[in-house]
């Protein structure tokens, strides 16, 4: 194994651990989820950086009931990276993405 190691070029790696669900940058960024699964056209932005239970807050707002598997697509497409930040490990995360991006 040393002699496997000392011959393999090891270059810089990143990890994000979110802190807590994608959805609570879903819930920083609410603005720019208006109109998508029924989330109101008034709808703004909720501070979920520190708080459990993202999913279910983010259901409320939506026409129908929240599945992550079914429900995170199309979020994601629509989700504003910028005002996304708001949500500290959201904001890691997009840190990382562009670092390994540029």
Known sequence: M???????TVG???LVLAKREFESGCLAAMESLRGVRGVAQDAVALDAADRRGAKERLSS?????HSPAV????????????????????????RESERWLA
């Open 12 to 14: 810089t790696i990143g």
């Open 71 to 94: 429900d995170q697509a199309a979020p994601a497409a629509e989700l504003d990276s910028a005002t996304a930040r708001r949500a500290p490990s959201f904001a890691k995360f997009v």
């Open 61 to 65: 707002h939506l026409a129908d009931v």
């Open 2 to 8: 040393r002699r496997c190691w000392s011959r393999a």
